[in-house]
C-alpha cells in the first residue's frame, strides 16, 4: 500500500521534487551548519565545550534513531502526511534552538530537530519514487541533488550567520526555509490515499534497531568504543529478531533482491570511502590554509557544482550509458580527482585541486544517480517507503565507518608528520578504500531497470 499512484507530468515531478529538494537541504543543511558556531555557543551560554559538542552530537543521534522508522510510519500513514509532520517537527525544534537559554535546553531542541530531520529525507525519497513511477530514471537528479550540494552550503551559511549575526542566527535564518517549504508542500505534495498498511508496529525490532543504529553511529563519530559496541550488538540482535518477526521494523528481506542488495552494497561502500573522505576537505582547508568557514565553503564549491550538474543530466546520462558505465566512469573521475589531495605534502597549486574538486564533484555525481536508481527501479512501489528506510541505514553506517577510520588515520598521522603531509596520507587512505567501490558497481544492470 501507500502512495502508489505516479505523477504522470514531468512538470509535476519538476514541482515536487522542488518542494522535497527544500526539504533534504534543510535536514543536511541544519546537520552541518553549527559545527561553526560551538565555540560561539560555548561562551555566550557559559557553558563547557564538552557539553556544548551535544548540541551536533544530540542531533546525530536522534536523525539516526528516527530513520528506521520513517518505513513504517510512510506505509500506515502515508507519505504526504508523515512528511509533512517531520517538516513540521524539524521547523518547531529550529525556532525553540534560536530561544534556548542554556546548554541542556539547546541539547533538548537539537533532539527533536534531529526526529523530524531524520525522517525527511528517507520519506522524501520514498514519496518521490513512488510519485515517479517509471519516469524515475529521467528525474532521479532531483532527489540525489541535495546530498552533494548542502554539506558544502551548511558551513558556509553557518559561517556567515555566526559571524555577522551571532549563532542563534544560524537556526533563525533557517525557520523562512521550513516555514516556505511547509507551504508549498500542502498544496503540491500528492493527495494521501484512503488506507495505509495496518502493520502493529514491531516494538521489540524498534527497541534494538534505533538505539542500536543511534550508539554504533554516536560511538563511531565520537570515537566512543562502549557506545559503538554496544550499538553493533544491538544490531546483531536486531538481525536475529527480524528473521523470526513477522513483520519487522526494517524488512532484511528486501536484500534478497539483487537490484536492492547490489545498490545498498554500492551505497555503504560509497558513504564509507567517498562521501566520509569529503570530512577531509573542510578541515584541510581551515586547519592548513587557515581559510575562515565561509572561504572553505568557496573553496569546495567546484566540487559542488560539478556534482550538481551531473546530477541535473542524470536522466539522460542513464539513458544513453546505463548504470553499471555510469557508476564505473563515476568512481573514476572521483579517484582521479583525489589523486592530487594525497600530494598534500608536496604543495600542489591551487588550481590543480580546484580543477581536482571539480572532477571529484563530477564523479561523485554519476556515482550517486545509478544507485538510486536501481535501488527503486528494481522494486513494486509499495515496497518503497522500507526500501528507502534500509537504504538510508546502510548509507548511514557506511558514512560513519568511513569517517571513523579517516578520523582515527588522521590523528595518528599528525602527531608524527607535519599537517599537509598527514592529509596528504589521509588522503591516500582514502583513496584506497575509494577503489574497493569498483566491485560492487561491476555487478550493476548495463540497461536501466525501468
Given at each position: 500500500?501507500?502512495?502508489?499512484?505516479?505523477?504522470?507530468?514531468?512538470?509535476?515531478?519538476?514541482?515536487?521534487?522542488?518542494?522535497?529538494?527544500?526539504?533534504?537541504?534543510?535536514?543536511?543543511?541544519?546537520?552541518?551548519?553549527?559545527?561553526?558556531g560551538i565555540g560561539s555557543i560555548a561562551r555566550d551560554l557559559e557553558s563547557p565545550l564538552?557539553?556544548?559538542?551535544?548540541?551536533?552530537?544530540?542531533?546525530?543521534?536522534?536523525?539516526?534513531?528516527?530513520?528506521?522508522?520513517?518505513?513504517?510510519?510512510?506505509?500506515?500513514?502515508?507519505?504526504?502526511?508523515?512528511?509533512?509532520?517531520?517538516?513540521?517537527?524539524?521547523?518547531?525544534?529550529?525556532?525553540?534552538?534560536?530561544?534556548?537559554?542554556?546548554?541542556?535546553?539547546?541539547?533538548?531542541?537539537?533532539?527533536?530537530?534531529?526526529?523530524?530531520?531524520?525522517?525527511?529525507?528517507?520519506?522524501?525519497?520514498?514519496?518521490?519514487?513512488?510519485?515517479?513511477?517509471?519516469?524515475?530514471?529521467?528525474?532521479?537528479?532531483?532527489?540525489?541533488?541535495?546530498?552533494?550540494?548542502?554539506?558544502?552550503?551548511?558551513?558556509?551559511?553557518?559561517?556567515?550567520?555566526?559571524?555577522?549575526?551571532?549563532?542563534?542566527?544560524?537556526?533563525?535564518?533557517?525557520?523562512?526555509?521550513?516555514?516556505?517549504?511547509?507551504?508549498?508542500?500542502?498544496?503540491?505534495?500528492?493527495?494521501?490515499?484512503?488506507?495505509?498498511?495496518?502493520?502493529?508496529?514491531?516494538?521489540?525490532?524498534?527497541?534494538?534497531?534505533?538505539?542500536?543504529?543511534?550508539?554504533?553511529?554516536?560511538?563511531?563519530?565520537?570515537?566512543?568504543?562502549?557506545?559503538?559496541?554496544?550499538?553493533?550488538?544491538?544490531?546483531?540482535?536486531?538481525?536475529?529478531?527480524?528473521?523470526?518477526?513477522?513483520?519487522?521494523?526494517?524488512?532484511?528481506?528486501?536484500?534478497?533482491?539483487?537490484?536492492?542488495?547490489?545498490?545498498?552494497?554500492?551505497?555503504?561502500?560509497?558513504?564509507?570511502?567517498?562521501?566520509?573522505?569529503?570530512?577531509?576537505?573542510?578541515?584541510?582547508?581551515?586547519?592548513?590554509?587557515?581559510?575562515?568557514?565561509?572561504?572553505?565553503?568557496?573553496?569546495?564549491?567546484?566540487?559542488?557544482?560539478?556534482?550538481?550538474?551531473?546530477?541535473?543530466?542524470?536522466?539522460?546520462?542513464?539513458?544513453?550509458?546505463?548504470?553499471?558505465?555510469?557508476?564505473?566512469?563515476?568512481?573514476?573521475?572521483?579517484?582521479?580527482?583525489?589523486?592530487?589531495?594525497?600530494?598534500?605534502?608536496?604543495?600542489?597549486?591551487?588550481?590543480?585541486?580546484?580543477?581536482?574538486?571539480?572532477?571529484?564533484?563530477?564523479?561523485?555525481?554519476?556515482?550517486?544517480?545509478?544507485?538510486?536508481?536501481?535501488?527503486?527501479?528494481?522494486?513494486?512501489?509499495?515496497?518503497?517507503?522500507?526500501?528507502?528506510?534500509?537504504?538510508?541505514?546502510?548509507?548511514?553506517?557506511?558514512?560513519?565507518?568511513?569517517?571513523?577510520?579517516?578520523?582515527?588515520?588522521?590523528?595518528?598521522?599528525?602527531?608524527?608528520?607535519?599537517?599537509?603531509?598527514?592529509?596528504?596520507?589521509?588522503?591516500?587512505?582514502?583513496?584506497?578504500?575509494?577503489?574497493?567501490?569498483?566491485?560492487?558497481?561491476?555487478?550493476?544492470?548495463?540497461?536501466?531497470?525501468?
Open positions: 500500500m501507500g502512495m502508489t499512484t505516479a505523477v504522470r507530468s514531468d512538470a509535476a515531478l519538476w514541482r515536487l521534487g522542488g518542494v522535497l529538494i527544500m526539504g533534504a537541504v534543510l535536514s543536511i543543511l541544519d546537520a552541518t551548519i553549527v559545527t561553526v564538552t557539553t556544548v559538542q551535544w548540541v551536533a552530537s544530540a542531533y546525530l543521534l536522534a536523525a539516526s534513531a528516527a530513520i528506521p522508522l520513517s518505513g513504517w510510519l510512510t506505509d500506515r500513514f502515508g507519505g504526504r502526511a508523515v512528511w509533512l509532520t517531520a517538516v513540521a517537527i524539524f521547523t518547531a525544534g529550529t525556532l525553540l534552538c534560536g530561544f534556548a537559554w542554556s546548554a541542556p535546553s539547546l541539547v533538548a531542541f537539537r533532539v527533536l530537530h534531529g526526529l523530524g530531520g531524520g525522517l525527511m529525507q528517507p520519506v522524501g525519497q520514498a514519496v518521490f519514487a513512488q510519485a515517479a513511477g517509471p519516469a524515475l530514471g529521467r528525474m532521479i537528479g532531483v532527489i540525489t541533488l541535495p546530498a552533494t550540494v548542502a554539506p558544502v552550503l551548511g558551513p558556509m551559511l553557518g559561517g556567515a550567520l555566526v559571524s555577522d549575526f551571532g549563532w542563534r542566527w544560524m537556526f533563525f535564518g533557517v525557520v523562512p526555509l521550513g516555514v516556505a517549504t511547509l507551504l508549498f508542500a500542502r498544496r503540491l505534495l500528492p493527495a494521501p490515499e484512503p488506507a495505509g498498511v495496518r502493520d502493529s508496529l514491531d516494538v521489540r525490532g524498534v527497541l534494538l534497531l534505533s538505539p542500536g543504529l543511534g550508539a554504533l553511529v554516536y560511538g563511531l563519530a565520537e570515537g566512543v568504543v562502549v557506545a559503538g559496541a554496544a550499538g553493533a550488538a544491538l544490531l546483531l540482535a536486531y538481525g536475529v529478531h527480524a528473521h523470526r518477526a513477522a513483520s519487522p521494523v526494517l524488512d532484511l528481506e528486501l536484500f534478497r533482491n539483487r537490484g536492492f542488495a547490489v545498490a545498498s552494497g554500492s551505497t555503504f561502500l560509497l558513504g564509507a570511502s567517498l562521501y566520509s573522505s569529503m570530512l577531509l576537505l573542510p578541515l584541510y582547508y581551515q586547519q592548513v590554509e587557515r581559510a575562515s568557514a565561509v572561504r572553505a565553503g568557496l573553496l569546495l564549491a567546484p566540487q559542488a557544482l560539478g556534482s550538481a550538474a551531473v546530477l541535473l543530466a542524470s536522466g539522460p546520462l542513464l539513458a544513453r550509458f546505463g548504470p553499471r558505465r555510469m557508476m564505473l566512469a563515476g568512481i573514476g573521475l572521483s579517484l582521479l580527482g583525489t589523486v592530487a589531495f594525497t600530494q598534500l605534502g608536496s604543495a600542489p597549486g591551487g588550481g590543480l585541486l580546484t580543477l581536482s574538486l571539480l572532477l571529484r564533484g563530477v564523479g561523485l555525481g554519476a556515482a550517486t544517480a545509478p544507485g538510486m536508481t536501481t535501488l527503486y527501479g528494481s522494486l513494486e512501489r509499495s515496497r518503497i517507503p522500507r526500501a528507502a528506510s534500509a537504504f538510508n541505514v546502510v548509507n548511514r553506517i557506511g558514512g560513519s565507518l568511513g569517517t571513523a577510520l579517516l578520523a582515527a588515520i588522521l590523528h595518528r598521522e599528525l602527531t608524527s608528520a607535519p599537517p599537509p603531509a598527514a592529509f596528504g596520507t589521509t588522503f591516500t587512505w582514502a583513496l584506497a578504500l575509494s577503489a574497493l567501490t569498483l566491485v560492487p558497481a561491476l555487478f550493476f544492470p548495463r540497461r536501466s531497470i525501468r
